[in-house]
């Protein structure tokens, strides 16, 4: 079954993260995705490290399927084939530093008039027309703007949350609302922020703040949302994570788990505020007993009670997770360095396989999607020579 997404072309100007989960997010749908790359190393993530075969982890993670074209468009001939490319292509995705597109002649306002049928999507930190517009803008600095590290880590240790939360929830955004114009068959332009994406992602803390006035503070692996829920230690030197999420489970939790009678007729533990109130005491209750008992068997009294739980795991332990195995989450897929392994997007498509195409060397692809745009070889080598593109790979 061929992918919902064939036949869309998409051209990125992209680097680090958010783009390429955009684009990649549209190739694993089946789209085309053509990365422009300038020719003097590409994108940087390719540069984060070797550990993947030479190759870095990051670029690996975000950029399967594509392919590699090395355009200067610092030079009139590389900005022209930028634009010719254009002429073919459905999408444009672009997370240049702020004001790059705009001297490049390709801001929003440009592309509307010179192609108007494309859809231009251009993720930035901060949005226009506020005070730090003009800021660069990472992953981190904005998690740690957006106060997203603030109710992360322990009381007087904020923390970065591990996963670049900004960057990839950025992508996913600028992708939905791709698909959004693709199925409305209309073009025009999408602006997407990483700070406006982290203060949605913080929806919650900043309503609980909002009308309560209260910071939140950071609960290491709790929740200052409901009681008890966190992260305990068991008798074999595991560490279950299980707790309450409503009343009904805090009743079945304090009978039927701990077999504690006593608590789950308590008044102070009545309500959800009530157990968030005292969820010091009820950590020690339930860190307790977990603490006389195996994981093995926390888990199973847990099911059985038909309370949640989850074994705190490391990645080394997620690679190797028998959950992934048994549903044969994991393809090879082709890189300049061999194959490695790679997971599969999560959206499963009844009768689509997701075509898990080859990590891309730099500039890989440029011969051959000049050629598609009726450029011949000699035409090509000129191009090279005057260093409107990058070297042969």
């Not at 231009?120 to 226009?128: N, Q, S, T």
């Not at 994570?241 to 805090?250: H, I, Q, S």
Request: one cysteine or more; charged letters at 20%.
């Amino acid at each position: 079954m061929p992918g919902p997404l064939a036949g869309v072309t998409v051209v990125s100007l992209e680097q680090a993260v958010s783009a390429p989960m955009c684009s990649r997010t549209l190739g694993d749908l089946g789209a085309r995705v053509i990365k422009v790359e300038n020719p003097g190393g590409g994108d940087f993530a390719r540069h984060y490290d070797d550990v993947v075969n030479g190759l870095a982890a990051h670029f690996v993670w975000v950029n399967r399927g594509k392919e590699s074209v090395t355009l200067d468009l610092k030079s009139e001939a590389g900005l022209e084939l930028l634009h010719r490319l254009l002429d073919r292509a459905d999408v444009l995705v672009s997370n240049l530093t702020p004001g790059t597109t705009a001297r490049l002649g390709i801001a929003p306002a440009d592309l509307a008039e010179r192609h108007p049928e494309l859809i231009a999507v251009e993720i930035d930190g901060y949005g226009p027309g506020g005070p730090l517009s003009h800021k660069r803008a990472y992953d981190l600095l904005v998690q740690a703007e957006s106060g997203a590290c603030a109710i992360t880590g322990s009381p007087g240790a904020p923390a970065k949350p591990g996963p670049p939360m900004a960057d990839v929830c950025s992508g996913l955004y600028a992708a939905l609302s791709v698909l959004s114009l693709l199925y409305a068959r209309r073009s025009g332009t999408i602006a997407v922020s990483l700070f406006d994406t982290m203060t949605e992602l913080m929806g919650y803390a900043l309503t609980y703040t909002r009308h309560s006035g209260v910071d939140q503070q950071p609960r290491g692996m709790g929740s200052p949302a409901v009681a008890p829920y966190g992260a305990y230690a068991t008798a074999d030197g595991q560490t279950v994570v299980l707790g309450t999420t409503n009343d009904r489970e805090w009743q079945r939790l304090a009978r039927d788990l701990l077999q504690r009678p006593d608590l789950a007729e308590d008044d102070r533990f009545r309500t959800n505020s009530g157990r968030v109130r005292h969820s010091d005491l009820l950590d020690r209750e339930l860190g307790a007993w977990c603490a006389r008992h195996d994981l093995t068997y926390v888990q199973k009294r847990a099911d059985d009670a038909g309370i949640g739980n989850s074994r705190f795991n490391v990645p080394s332990e997620v690679v190797a997770h028998p959950q992934l195995a048994a549903r044969e989450r994991w393809r090879d897929i082709d890189t300049p360095a061999g194959r490695v392994p790679a997971l599969l997007p999560p959206p499963v498509i009844a009768g689509y396989e997701p075509p898990m195409g080859s990590i891309p060397a730099l500039g890989e692809h440029t011969d051959a999607v000049l050629a598609e745009l009726g450029l011949g070889e000699a035409e090509i080598a000129g191009l090279r020579e005057q260093g409107a593109i990058g070297a042969l790979p």
